[in-house]
């Protein structure tokens, strides 16, 4: 099952390599990580959408908490959540396609962001599935070039994840 | 006063209270050796290899309660270092290894013996560090050390670029560490630990599974007291083993792989389990579905949580530092007066004793050939059970664990999650120097002896007095066994010809060497190597073992800890018992 993991670890040098090479050493798999630092400067947020059964998303929860500069590991899914991911795409924008390219846009709530007389460059947030709805959506032939940040998850309502 | 970095590792390591420093110079570390010929807090150990410097340091923390410290060189010193890091860290080992690295500038040009230390070492060490602010040199050592044996231990690594050690700074050490992101746990949940005394009261066919983290946590006294004033049997994994003395009654011998008929038969076959350090790894439970396949409720103590529901399921989880919990566990006992029910633990302890009855340690002893079991049984003997015994891996390594019943936890030193050949030397070094007054013996077989020979140097240089027990079969014992079952006799590379003369080798380096040859020599001269007039030498003991002895019994491969290929007097016996197939050894 998928599971998007908030952590919450020192901005440090080196803290990024632990938690990828714990992933790899350890058979688990990223589906997507970003991250970055927060508001406090020491601190950086990463999320980390993997999937795997229960067991083993409990193995990999243990096993970040375990590194000495992780100071803090959520799963999201235990409780309501919101996710967003960024989608850039590139696709081509002559012709016909040019009018339903901005029609496809305004379904699915992007924006044109760069134009050439041939292409279009679109900016998408939403869900990781929204984005994979958009990308099954429009021609793949058009598709010029996709650049997607992973998702980013936050709880909802008053939970927090905070020193 | 601003004194250099060298000499603020140099003065760093005197705060920790480090007694030896196990290393080899080289030219990013020059600075530190020249601050170390300038002192005389500590002493420095020059090893002849940088492997042997961390498993001397890892052997120094295994036998006494202190961090053992490393110093070796950037590039291949580093890269020399890894085998004994990772020994120290699957064994969860408290160490510090301090390697230069190139100086900051020249960090990412492929420099003179330049390797991403703290990138190659970072999978197999609790944690490390890059100092590249002087600043922070000091308060990272402290760290390093407070790390290291705090929670469950490990190795950690400190790469120094030579820059740095050469910067001049203010040295303070500080008193206190506070890691914001590293509070390690120490009290088990009190609920827990009364639903595990409940538990425990209501069982029939109780059973103590004791690991390595009851010795790394100094548990042994409460280990004792629960299992006596309780009166239940007990086993201790190889990692375990002195936690609970190997002579007392109550102890049903180690379990495993090459554990005793009754210490698995117990294991698998008991309805409430309490394991305290232990990881229910695979050489002690072999596949985890047979384990389960008989019902029990487990209890699991450790100080570390991902070790909890890792390839066992447990019904009672308790995270704390084992000597904690278990001081609890026993003032609730007392609190209580539970107790198992006294009619049904004792047609359990029936149950064992049956199973105990016909001896699955027991071997042919000959006239004419040394049988290597012999050798450790006298060992045992002529040692008083005293000494502390290092072993390197292999066949000879389950000898030692079966046949010398250790009686004290930090008497017994051996590789027992990497399973590196050639740690036994080495360990005996670091064990001598933190032990001056404990005769060491080191169990070995010709094989893995000649993976670390070189320290044979070292402790002629720094008078270390072990006594090398070389169980020589001239095979590679534990490659042969399994070639022998799994690979239809088909000896592929385990045997080794063109042996050196171990004794001319040991003279050489200047220690003393006895062959053995015959079974009734095996006494005398293992008396003459511990009498009093070899207290001060290294002695080299080659004995010459029976080559087609096989360690038993044996857990064969995918099978459970019920199907143990057993030793040849208990084969027929098994064979009328049930129908099983028991593999190629019948």
């Known amino acids: 099952m998928r599971h998007i993991l908030s952590i919450l670890l020192e901005n440090e040098a080196g803290a990024l390599s632990r938690v990828v090479g714990l992933f790899s050493a350890r058979g688990y798999n990223i589906d997507s990580l970003t991250v970055s630092t927060t508001e406090d400067a020491t601190l950086s947020r990463m999320t980390i959408v993997t999937h795997g059964s229960d067991d083993v998303i409990e193995q990999i929860t243990k096993q970040l908490n375990k590194l000495i500069e992780v100071v803090k590991v959520i799963d999201l899914n235990e409780s309501e959540h919101i996710e967003r991911e960024l989608m850039l795409i590139k696709v081509r924008a002559t012709g016909k396609d040019r009018e339903e390219m901005k029609r496809m846009a305004d379904i699915f709530r ?6 050439t007389e041939k292409t279009y460059t679109l900016e998408l947030t939403g869900t990781s599935d929204k984005l994979n709805a958009f990308i099954e959506a429009v021609d793949r032939t058009v598709i010029l070039e996709t650049v997607r940040t992973g998702a980013s998850g936050i709880g909802r309502g008053e939970r927090i994840l905070k020193i | 006063m601003q004194i250099s970095g060298a000499e603020i590792v140099v003065r760093s390591l005197r705060e920790e209270g480090v007694e030896f ?11 530190i050796y020249d601050a170390i010929f300038k002192q005389d807090a500590f002493k420095h150990v020059l090893v002849r290899h940088e492997q042997a410097a961390v498993h001397a340091a890892d052997a120094y923390s295994r036998s006494s309660d202190k961090v053992g410290v490393a110093l070796v060189t950037s590039g291949p010193g580093a890269t020399n270092a890894l085998t004994g890091i990772a020994t120290a860290y699957l064994d969860s080992i408290p160490l510090v290894v301090l390697s230069g690295q190139v100086g900051t500038p020249a960090i990412g040009l492929d420099a003179f013996q330049e390797v ?15 100092v590249k602010d002087i600043s922070e040199l000091a308060s990272t050592i402290k760290k390093a050390f407070y790390i290291a044996k705090t929670g469950r231990p490990g190795p950690v690594v400190v790469d120094i670029p030579k820059d740095v050690q050469q910067t001049l700074s203010e040295f303070h050490y500080p008193d206190s560490v506070n890691i914001r992101s590293y509070t390690p746990v120490t009290r088990g949940h009190p609920g827990q630990i009364k639903k595990a005394v409940s538990l425990l009261a209501e069982a029939k066919r109780p059973f103590i599974y004791v690991g390595g983290g009851a010795v790394l946590g100094n548990a042994a006294d409460e280990v004792r007291e629960l299992v006596r004033s309780l009166g239940l049997p007990c086993t201790n994994t190889l990692m375990g083993l002195g936690a609970y003395p190997g002579t007392d009654p109550q ?109 699955s340690l027991r071997y042919e002893q000959s006239s004419e050939i040394i049988k290597p079991q012999y050798v450790v049984e006298t060992l045992f003997e002529v040692t008083g059970g005293n000494a502390i015994i290092t072993s390197d891996v292999g066949q000879h390594q389950m000898w030692a664990a079966q046949y010398y019943k250790f009686d004290r936890p930090k008497q017994w030193l051996n590789s027992g999650g990497l399973g590196t050949m050639g740690v036994g030397l080495p360990y005996a070094m670091g064990a001598q120097l933190a032990n001056p007054d404990a005769q060491v013996a080191c169990i070995t077989g010709e094989a893995s002896i000649q993976m670390n020979i070189q320290e044979l140097s070292t402790c002629h ?10 169980l020589n079969n001239r095979y590679l014992g534990m490659v042969r066994q399994w070639q022998e079952i799994f690979y239809g006799n088909r000896y592929s590379e385990s045997y080794m010809d063109a042996l050196p003369d171990f004794v001319k080798l040991a ?14 020599d095996v006494e005398p001269v293992l008396r003459e190597a511990f009498g009093p007039k070899l207290k001060e030498r290294l002695v080299f003991l080659d004995f010459l073992t029976d080559q087609s002895e096989n360690v038993f019994p044996m857990v064969g491969n995918g099978k459970g800890l019920d199907e143990m290929d057993l030793p040849p007097h208990m084969r027929e016996a098994q064979a009328t018992e049930s129908d099983r197939d028991y593999g190629n050894l019948c």
């Not at chain 2, 026993?330 to 009855?357: C, H, S």
């Open chain 2, 251 to 359: 102890f049903v011998g180690m379990l495993g792989m090459h554990g005793t008929y009754e210490a698995n038969m117990a294991m698998q076959n008991c309805d409430v389990l309490i394991a305290i350090g232990a990881r229910f790894d695979d050489r002690v439970i072999s596949v985890p579905s047979k384990f389960t396949a008989v019902p029990k409720k487990i209890v699991h103590i450790d100080v570390d949580p991902s070790s909890i529901a890792k390839r066992v399921k447990v019904d009672i989880p308790i995270v704390g530092d084992v000597k904690l919990v278990l001081r609890e566990m026993l003032e609730v006992l007392k609190a209580t007066g539970a107790k198992p029910n006294a009619e049904a633990l004792a047609a359990w302890w029936r149950q064992i004793d049956a199973w105990r009855a016909p001896n």
């Open chain 2, 461 to 470: 240089q720094y008078h270390i007095p072990v006594k090398l027990v070389n």
């Open chain 2, 507 to 520: 003279e050489a380096y200047g220690h003393v060497g006895f062959k053995v040859e015959k079974p009734s």
């Open chain 2, 21 to 31: 420093v196990f290393g080899y110079p080289g030219g990013a570390v020059l600075e």
């Open chain 2, 116 to 130: 991403d230390m703290v990138g190659m070492s970072r999978p197999c060490v609790k944690h490390n560090f890059l």
């Open chain 1, 110 to 115: 992007g924006r044109i962001i760069d134009v």
